[in-house]
Structure formats: structure tokens, C-alpha cells
């Protein structure tokens, strides 16, 4: 019989597909010619590549390989094709290389994006031209900020082939972002997310992440606040807390888990291998974490990235981190949490009526697939 | 710069994308292999084509086409790749006589789906059973009806290919599946949808719509009605009535019009050339039109698919329809509707994680583009 489930995060139902299930080996991507292991650690058109960074507007941020403890100079380089998981400081030392090898040398660079979503214009005048008539129609001006993470200066590394060292800087941008962001009283809410594959919607092939600086709550956010507002009223603790306790003492749907987080695949997933990324302390804003917080979460993402890779041979998803309004301080009843989609079937008629999916993935099956 | 624009019927905020904005032509698709007019009009192994009836369920409606006032018979038949448009009377005669050309000829054919996502299991026992607890999680009995609408008997006619008659009649099943499903008292809504092109997940290649008959109110329409009944509290009038007017007094966004249907692309449309097709008379449900609904939106339907087909290289793309509650009898406040979204770009990470969209189209320059 199919099933019908309510995921406690949004209200939303989701359709268990039974009979329509798939196994989980059958979401394998078949091996193709866009693999990125056979791109080249630099490509010389590429605007994220280091040698080139006259090609992108001025950074709003750069770390530097010492921030990851990292020491590249002098490694002998090694050319495309060679995995990225046995020599990735060879492949970095390449890239450096061949970009003249200078001491300007980067790690992690944030940078505006270049055909910006949302823009900065700072001659809004917000009481008067913000709200703007189009006859009987609402438009804002489009204010905002659009940023572009560039994860590492070799082109052909995934995120999960970074060192812990290296994807902890990338996450610490996260929040240095975040809170820069906070100082413009004009934006409400900073939207990190990330496209793997061009299936996924990636346009550049360069590892990056986006970042978009809002002066609205999307509505899924916003979902998700009244929810566990409501709750946080009614039983005085934080619902994300309570599923986390709950999703431990079932176990059948958790995939990996540290000290300080777990990745599970929620009771009610909307999409196969969907996953939740959360952490075990209470927090409602990457800004309000402890210190040392992305050093913790940095070889857990890095295990559920190879785990996923090699399982459904690297697979386009989508990243995105969903986390408190700006300047909220320490909420009680929010917690910030990661979510990683696999990019594995089509959304078509169904989801664009309903808002709503039909799962063809069994939760637990998929977990057990992610850990086996 | 940028403008974010909200939708009125959904409380949405879009971002209209000026600074990455594609000019409309640059939207149409990449002539392929995979076209309709080179497959055949019959396929030996389709389980939807004339005389392999036996394969699927049976049907729970069917018209002949003489409720269409079609005379087929005796027709020459012709073979595949001939356009649909000139001799679609012909392709239709070709399969029947594939089939053996006897008597049972249908026109339209509407079956349980094989594989379906929702059944109706009717040893649930309501008041018990239905209300199922997974430890914490809520789960339910995925009650429910899935039905595919076979909209033609020829294997490669596009909706859009469809006489008006036809269409009519495809439109007419629409009506009498919800009105039959209605008796259901467990049913809460029936969404129908249609998927063009594997691209947008159809995937079998017989032109079909698919519905589902649900025990719940999907999320977008909860806020479709939620947001015009607050609308009608406070204004005493139907919300898409009102839109309606003022489009019609903008006109820039219109794309098609005749006495009884408008079909334009929406203020804040979300998606490139996503387009509404509403009803000029006030009607909260198919249920509710007046006699002769479907066969004044056919030839509306039909000019509109055909533009879209030829302007855009026939693209993939999703219909379906917001209609009101089952057995909700007439609303006030609600006004059914068409929507046709092409499937032109990829959902990536920023649509996941907010549930918005960028639109990298104007709504105004692509209504143009489709009315030229």
C-alpha cells in the first residue's frame, strides 16, 4: 500500500510511492563523459581559476591556505585525470603552478557575481522608491546581494574532495558572510545554496557556492519559523531538537553521525536520499554557533559527500542551508540545519500543481544504502 | 536593476533577473531526434495505442468519436512522419486500422494507473486505521485514485495536434472523472496534470494526462484559497476576477483572448512564458461552468499550444489545473484555471531551498514574443 507522510518541519505530505518504489542502486548515475576528474586542475578560461582573478569583480572575502593549516608551496605538481582523493594538494600545487605560482595564492575567494540576481543600488530612497506601483501590481526594486563562494582554485575538485582543513574554511565563509551581510539593515535573510553538475543547475563548472543576501523571508523559511514557533509555544522546546531525539531512537533512517552532528534522511523526504545535515546543540544561526563549530561538521559533510559519490557514482544535487532571519540573535525555537538533494528524477506536473512530491524512494531503504 | 515582483494569488515574491535576462527566442528548443512527428502513428508496443487495450486496467470512461462529431471511417490511413497539423483526421483513421479498424474505436480512454501512486483500499477503516503512528511520526493509508487520461488514440499527436472536437472532449473527461470521483466522500481533491516530453517527466511518449484523486488539500492550492478568501472577506469579490480586469487593462501580458477565455503570461509569472488560461465568467470549479466550457476553451487551448510549439521549437512543458475543493459546490471566492509552465531552465538549489524562483525572462517581452 502507498503511504502518505507528514514531514513535522513544513506540514507537508508527502506520497510514499510502494509501488512505484525503486531500489536504491537502480539512482546510480550511469558514468558519462562530463565526469570532472577527467577536467584539467586548471582551466585557462575559466573565471574561478587562480591567475584569472581579473576576470570576476574584486573579492568581499579571500582566505588564504594558512588559514587551513595547509602548506602547498614546493609540492610537486601533477597534471588532470588523477583522483582528486589520493592528491589533492598535488592537484592544488598544480593549479598554483601554473597560475605563476605567486604568493598571492588563495584558498577560499567570495567574490559579487558578475550578472547579480539581486543588486546593491544605494540610492534607494527606502521610505519613498522601495515600493513601487506597476498599476494595480506589486514590484519591489530588486536590492539585494548576490555573492559567489569559489570553494577552491583547482577546477577539478568536488567539495568532497577537499581536505577537512580546506572545507572548513569554505563553511567559515558561510557565517563571515552571514554576519557581514547583517550590517545592511536592508536585507532580512542570507540564502546559501549550492548546484552540483550541470543537471543541477551548475553553469560554471569550477567548484563554488552561491550566496544571496535577501530583503524578504522566502516563504519555505518562513514555513519552517511559524511551524516550529507554534511549537516552541506549545511544548516550550524546539521541534528540530525533538526530531533529532527521535530520528536516534528509531535509527533506521540516521547515516552518519559525530560527536556534534548527524545526517539522516527525514521521515517524510520529499525527494530519494534527501538529506538533513544537523546539529546535535541547539542553535538557530551558523553566527550563533560555538567556535570551532565548521571544524566539527567539516568531516562528517566530507564522509556523506564521498559515501554519496561513490554510491549513486557522483550524482548532481543541491545544497542549501536554511538558517535564522539576520540579526535574530540566539532563537529558541529555530535550529539551522544543512540539506544535500540528489538530482535523480524529474519534477514535473505533479510538483509544480501541488507544491507537494511523490516520493519513489523508500527513507529507510536509501539510508541504509548510504551507510552500507 | 533587478525588481521583485509579488504574485497576488499566491503572496509570492519573484525575482524578475534583468541582469541575466534572455532575450525569448533564445528560450526555444534545440530540434532533435526525439520529435513527436518522426515516431509512429501506432507503436506496436505503447500499452496507450489502439488494440493493446488488454494490457492496461479497464477503463473507468471512454468517448467514442462520435461524441466528438468526428466521421473517421473509411478515411485513408497514412503513415508516420506526415505533420499532424494538415492531416491529423488521417493519422487517426491509420491507427484505427492498425488495430483492426473494428468498431470499439475510442477518442478518448481514461484507466487506473498501472503503477499508481494512491490506491483505494477499501478494507480502510476510517475512523482507525487510516490515522497510523510511525513512533513520533505521523503517517497515513495512501487512499487515493490514480487515472490516465489517453487523450487520443494516434501515438504521435500532440494535444496541441488535436482537432477541437477532440480536445473538447479530452476537456469534457476532466469534468465527468471529478464529478464521478466526488462520490468518494474520503476524497478531498482531484489534480490533473500533464507532462509533455520526457524532459518534463513524461514517461511514456502517448500523449496522456495523468490525475489523482487525493485525501487532502495540496499546499499550494491551501494558499491559493486562503489568500482569495481572505481577498473576498475584505473586498467582497473574487480575487482572479479582479486580476483578470486588470490584466486585460495593462494587456501587456496578455497572450490570447477570445469571448469565454484569457490566456496570459502573469505579472509576477515565475517561470519563463508560464502562462494561466482563466475563464472569463466567474467559476470556482469545472463542476460549476456553464454547458459548452470545454468547447469554447478548446480552439483557445489549441492556438495557444500550436504558438508555443511553433515559437518555441515545441518545448517541454507541464499543464494542470487549480480547480475548487471536491463538492464544494459554487465558491464565492475562487476561480478555476489552466496553467502551462514550459520547461525551459533547471530547479536548482535557490528554488529548493526558498521555494522562488528567478525568472530570467520578462513577462511582458515573452507574452509579446508568443502573440507574434
Not at 538533494?341 to 539510508?367: D, F, H, R
Request: proline residues 8%; contains cysteine.
Amino acid at each position: 500500500m502507498p503511504v502518505l507522510r507528514q514531514d513535522p518541519l513544513t506540514g507537508e505530505w508527502v506520497i510514499i510511492a510502494t509501488e512505484r518504489a525503486r531500489r536504491p542502486e537502480t539512482f546510480a548515475r550511469k558514468k558519462n563523459e562530463e565526469d570532472h576528474y577527467k577536467l584539467n586542475s586548471r582551466e585557462a578560461k575559466c573565471p574561478f581559476c587562480p591567475g584569472n582573478e581579473h576576470l570576476t569583480p574584486p573579492e568581499v572575502l579571500v582566505y588564504h591556505p594558512e588559514h587551513a593549516g595547509l602548506a602547498y608551496a614546493g609540492s610537486p605538481g601533477t597534471a588532470a585525470g588523477t583522483s582528486p582523493h589520493t592528491s589533492s594538494r598535488a592537484g592544488y600545487a598544480a593549479a598554483m603552478e601554473e597560475s605563476g605560482g605567486n604568493g598571492a595564492a588563495w584558498a577560499v575567494r567570495v567574490i559579487p557575481n558578475k550578472f547579480p540576481a539581486l543588486e546593491r543600488n544605494e540610492s534607494i530612497k527606502w521610505d519613498a522608491d522601495l515600493f513601487d506601483r506597476c498599476g494595480y501590481f506589486q514590484s519591489y526594486q530588486g536590492y539585494g546581494v548576490h555573492e559567489v563562494i569559489i570553494e577552491t582554485p583547482v577546477h577539478n575538485r568536488h567539495l568532497g574532495d577537499l581536505e577537512e582543513g580546506e572545507l572548513s574554511l569554505v563553511l567559515r565563509s558561510f557565517a563571515d558572510r552571514t554576519i557581514a551581510l547583517g550590517e545592511d539593515p536592508h536585507l532580512r535573510y542570507v540564502q546559501i545554496f549550492r548546484n552540483h553538475r550541470r543537471e543541477a543547475g551548475a553553469s560554471i563548472e569550477h567548484p563554488h557556492c552561491q550566496l544571496l543576501g535577501l530583503p524578504y523571508i522566502p516563504p519555505l523559511l518562513e514555513k519552517e519559523y511559524t511551524r516550529a514557533h507554534a511549537y516552541y509555544l506549545e511544548r516550550g522546546r524546539c521541534l528540530l531538537c525533538t526530531l533529532l531525539e527521535e530520528e536516534e531512537k528509531d535509527g533506521s533512517r540516521i547515516v552518519l553521525e559525530n560527536d556534534s552532528y548527524v545526517a539522516y534522511i527525514p521521515f517524510a523526504a520529499s525527494l530519494p536520499f534527501s538529506t538533513l545535515i544537523v546539529p546535535r546543540e541547539h542553535s538557530s544561526s551558523l553566527e550563533t554557533n560555538r567556535q570551532g563549530w565548521e571544524e566539527k561538521l567539516a568531516p562528517l559533510l566530507r564522509e556523506f559527500l564521498v559515501n554519496l559519490s561513490e554510491r549513486l557514482e557522483d550524482p548532481p544535487y543541491n545544497m542549501y542551508l536554511h538558517t535564522a532571519p539576520l540579526r535574530s540573535q540566539s532563537l529558541p525555537y529555530y535550529h539551522w540545519h544543512l540539506a544535500l538533494i540528489p538530482k535523480l528524477t524529474i519534477v514535473a506536473g505533479w510538483e509544480m500543481a501541488t507544491g507537494t512530491y511523490i516520493n519513489v524512494s523508500q527513507p529507510e531503504e536509501a539510508a541504509q544504502f548510504l551507510r552500507s
